[in-house]
Every structure is written in structure tokens, then in C-alpha cells.
């Protein structure tokens, strides 16, 4: 499962030859640690369209962005604590992190109408791209109920993101 | 109790039902785990909705027909009174897979 979810990170983007350990069954700690990173990322690239973007619609979806994906990292570090899980690094979300710092380099080279739609159609493919991961990967792994149903619902959060950033791209053409 | 009494209280009953519309219901439409439930439910024009979100995150109730635009803070409760009959579809704008139906009778 580890080298199905490193496929769908490649999809993304770079992928810079981390060795992900083929077969390795992810762990809780690793699985809160990939979602938690996941929400950080989408965190970081709101912040940016929030000062960078242009027209009014990407700026308040960037908006609504941080704000949920604030909230839902809330409830997250929460169950950890109450669990007495240490969110633990590993390939995945480092390979996420490296992914994204790059995207968010090449989006901040961008101006006006191109960056606002860069950004969200980035949107539209990572959202794309981390419900796949869940849906695929994180949800069937998790072996904590509590996290799982947290997945589950983070799957259908994101999943309303995806159709907002698609309604917001579609609008812009 | 006397006749006159008796009528008394009957009127002060009369007045109380007139004071509340006997048809003006509060109807419960619940925001929880990125669900709306129930999907669909039917009102009455004067009806209050009592909007309640059960989540973390921020939703809305807004009609695809533009009648209302209803936005509900994490954890709270909004109310509001139905102004227009019809067969509204809505949604959470922030989170469009939330759908439902809601019938309002004249």
C-alpha cells in the first residue's frame, strides 16, 4: 500500500527518489502525521492565494480553506493527545512537503489572473489526489476506530473542497 | 366556576391562540458530519428553521434559487422564519457534496 500511495504523491508532482519502504504497512502515527501534513500543505498555499490572488472567489475559497483545514488539524492534534499518539515522520509526508514547497515556489513566480488559476487547479488535483490517498490507503490502514472515522470524515470534507474548487474553476472561464 | 368565568377564561384562550399562529411550526434541520439530515422535510410558509451544526467547520444553507442564504458557525444554531412557498434544492457553498430538499407549503 506504501508504493500505491507514493504513486498518487508522484501523480502530484516530484517525488525526489525518497526509498519508500516497499510493502511497509503504515502505522497510526505515521497515517496522523501524512494527514496532519496533508492539511498543513493546503494550509500554507491558502495563505499565499489569501495575499497573491486576484479575483474575489479564489480569495474567499482560499479563505475557506484555511479555516476548515485549521479546524479539522484542530480535532486531529486533539485525538492524538487523547490517544497518546505521537504523530510520526516518514517518507510519505516528507515527500508530500517537499512536493509541495515546490509548488508553492513555482505558484509564487505567477501573477494576476495566472496564479489565481494555477492555484486552483492545483486545488482541484491535490484535493483530488490526498481523497484518493484516503480513500485508498489511510482509511483501509487505520487501525484506531477514533482515527478512522476522523479519516472518514476528513474524506468527505475534502471531497466537498474538490466541488468547490471546481465550481470556483469553472467560473473563471 | 361561574357562566362569566367560564367565558372569560375561553376568551383568554381564544386571544393566546391568536397571539400564536396555530400553523407556525419549528422545524429542525441538523448539520452533522458533513450531512444534512433529514434530506428532505417539508414547511409551511411562517415556519421557523432551526439550522443546527453539529461540526467543526463552518456551513451553509443556500437555496440554488437564491430564496436564502443561510451561514452557520461551527457548533452553532441559526433560526430562521420561511417567507416563500416552493420546492427549494440547497447546499453548503463551502462544502457543495451537502445537499438537500426542503418543500415549502403557502
Request: net charge positive; hydrophobic share 45%.
Amino acid at each position: 500500500m506504501f508504493v500505491r500511495l507514493s504513486i498518487a504523491v508522484a501523480a502530484l508532482g516530484v517525488l525526489t527518489g525518497a526509498a519508500l519502504a516497499q510493502g511497509a504497512k503504515l502505522t497510526d502515527p505515521q497515517i496522523a502525521h501524512i494527514a496532519y501534513t496533508a492539511g498543513v500543505i493546503d494550509i500554507n498555499a491558502a495563505k499565499q492565494a489569501e495575499s497573491k490572488a486576484s479575483s474575489k472567489d479564489v480569495k474567499a475559497f482560499a479563505k475557506d480553506m484555511a479555516r476548515d483545514h485549521e479546524a479539522v488539524n484542530k480535532q486531529a492534534l486533539d485525538l492524538v493527545k487523547k490517544l497518546k499518539v505521537t504523530p510520526e515522520d516518514n517518507d510519505t509526508s516528507k515527500a508530500l512537503s517537499k512536493q509541495a514547497a515546490d509548488k508553492l515556489a513555482e505558484l509564487g513566480k505567477l501573477k494576476g489572473t495566472a496564479y489565481d488559476k494555477a492555484y486552483i487547479d492545483n486545488e482541484v488535483a491535490y484535493h483530488k489526489t490526498v481523497n484518493t490517498a484516503l480513500e485508498t490507503q489511510l482509511i483501509p490502514s487505520a487501525s484506531n476506530p477514533e482515527l478512522k472515522s476522523l479519516l472518514q470524515t476528513g474524506l468527505k470534507i475534502f471531497q466537498g473542497h474538490e466541488q468547490h474548487a471546481e465550481h470556483v474553476a469553472a467560473g473563471m472561464k | 366556576m361561574s357562566p362569566g368565568r367560564y367565558l372569560a377564561t375561553l376568551a383568554l384562550f381564544a386571544l393566546g391562540a391568536m397571539a400564536v399562529p396555530a400553523h407556525a411550526a419549528t422545524v429542525q434541520i441538523v448539520m452533522e458530519n458533513m450531512v444534512i439530515s433529514p434530506a428532505e422535510v417539508s414547511a409551511k410558509v411562517g415556519d421557523t428553521i432551526e439550522w443546527v451544526n453539529k461540526d467543526v467547520l463552518a456551513h451553509t444553507a443556500t437555496a440554488k434559487n437564491g430564496d436564502f442564504d443561510v451561514t452557520i458557525a461551527p457548533k452553532k444554531t441559526v433560526r430562521s422564519v420561511l417567507t416563500k412557498a416552493g420546492t427549494v434544492d440547497y447546499y453548503c457553498r463551502f462544502h457543495p457534496n451537502m445537499k438537500a430538499v426542503l418543500t415549502i407549503a403557502p
